[in-house]
């Protein structure tokens, strides 16, 4: 993996575990889609699908 995408992904972390949503949204690409596997095959599609995803797993 190129440098630059380890540093795209670490600032997603970041931003991520900082709860910064404005720095997690910037640095989200709008085809984003979250899976969940198990209990049921379920997507979500974009930011604010990740956000709905986060707020059904927590």
């Known amino acids: 993996m ?3 995408n380890v ?3 670490r600032g997603i972390y970041d931003a991520f575990a900082a709860g910064d949503l ?3 949204s ?3 690409d709008p085809r984003l889609v979250t899976v969940r596997y198990e209990p049921d095959l ?7 699908g990740f956000l709905q ?6």
Request: no cysteine; aromatic share 12%.
């Open 42 to 48: 379920t997507m979500w599609h974009g930011f604010e």
């Open 7 to 9: 540093e795209i992904v």
């Open 22 to 24: 404005a720095a997690l």
């Open 2 to 4: 190129a440098q630059e």
């Open 26 to 28: 910037e640095r989200s």
């Open 53 to 58: 995803a986060t707020a059904d797993w927590t």
